[in-house]
């Protein structure tokens, strides 16, 4: 097999699972900061769900590749049913846990008012089509345990050109339809998940990949056959379920860091552009799952088949992928930063003489420094215009996407380490091995980039930079952690 044409189906495939989520962003941008700032608190929540989704597809990808590898095909459909039922079950679990909870969770990144509504209704509204994409990325798992990383690729394609459709329809109120704004963002991705789910079961039924859903009934899960699937996906639910653990903790110190404009109103600008950063990262994190999803299954083949030197080598082959793909991110995101985070923060109520007096005024500042405008806001007044709150407003998202380029630039060269994590972590998802990409990013997160953000917060008072600083370092041992346990090689004779 050739690593690339594995990973480009997959990377491409992540992308259009999370299309739909992108393009609520970038619409979203259009509403204003404080719905921005709300959609992305409710990001946070939903990884957080996906994180529990690999207690079942980190051992559905391990044992049906495994079982694929050995030629034990009926085997292999055979785990991929019982799968599917497990992921069912996880489906309605997270729906019912984000209707009910919703609002005690989103009440954990100190919202404001305003974006405490927003977030609920927005919540509340995605929660079935959540349950949707549970199912589907299940099935996806089944596929690609099976070494086929395609079919995904085109059932979401499809779908996702549906989701961009329904948006425009239902956020701005085209073609007679009810302005929804961000709940139309929510209704849209809802709909489409829904729609995704049967295009991805019809390929599962009628045999249009490796896989197949016939016989499905006749595969019950069973206690024996679960307790398979959480040896290895507890340890992966633990290393995803981390990053977003700690995300709503690094949002909290965000938001914590507040900000007094001049006409009295306190916001959080460092949330919004933490927000609006991770919004920016998804773009590198497709290739990087990509990368992940490339070693797993030809790792778990080569081990059914008894080669676990060909193993080692397909798993370094990805690193090395992974590490170019994470300097060329860390370039893009150097140079073209600010542009890629403007895409997420374009709404403003300024009119357009003052808005442009805004803009030239941000520009001087940030020629002379990482200040905040409204330092200089005298500059203003002495050049003949009045500090509204259009042009405040216009200010304070300048400053916000200063920050989000600096977020950017220090995310983007911990990726070159972090694609290690990624790519090695993959191997060690294909062997069935998942504890040790889990010890690392557990180590990473709560033993560095947690405990390092409150230092430099509350000792060095770096402000925004110690949220920035923080994650580079968390990002910087993970990467390591992984690569030098992964050269032990005992994950080549784990059982699974």
Known sequence: YNIWQLAWPAALASI????????????????????????????SLIWLGFALVELVTAGVVAIVARCWGAGELDEANASGHRGLWFGCAIALFLVAAMELLAPFLLRLYGPTPEQYAIGIDYLRIFAPGFGALVCAFTVHSVFVGSGDTRTGMYAFAAVNILNVFLNWLLIFGNWGFPRMGVNGAALASSISAFVGLGVILAAYRFGWSNASLKGFFRHPPVWRELKRFFKIGLPAMGHSITRPLTGVIMIALASSLKTCLPDGREVNLVATAFTIGMSTLIFGQFLSNGLMAAPAPLVGQFLGRGEPLRAKESAQKAALFGVAIGCLLAGVYILFGRELAQIFLQGSSTPVPLAAAAERLAGFVRAEGPLLPWRVAGLLGSGGYSLTRPVLDTLANQRVLDMSHNYLIFIGLGSIFSSMAWTFGGGFRGAGDTAPPMWG??????????????????????????????????QVFEGLFVALWFRRGRWMTKKV
């Open 16 to 43: 259009l699972m999370n299309f739909a989520h992108i393009v609520d962003r970038m619409f979203i941008g259009m509403l204003g900061r404080d719905p921005v700032t709300a959609v992305g608190f409710t990001g």
């Open 441 to 474: 990013a557990i180590l990473a997160n709560w033993a560095v980039k947690v405990p390092v953000a409150l230092l430099l917060i509350h000792v060095f008072h770096l402000h925004d930079f110690s949220i920035w600083l923080a994650v580079m370092l968390s």
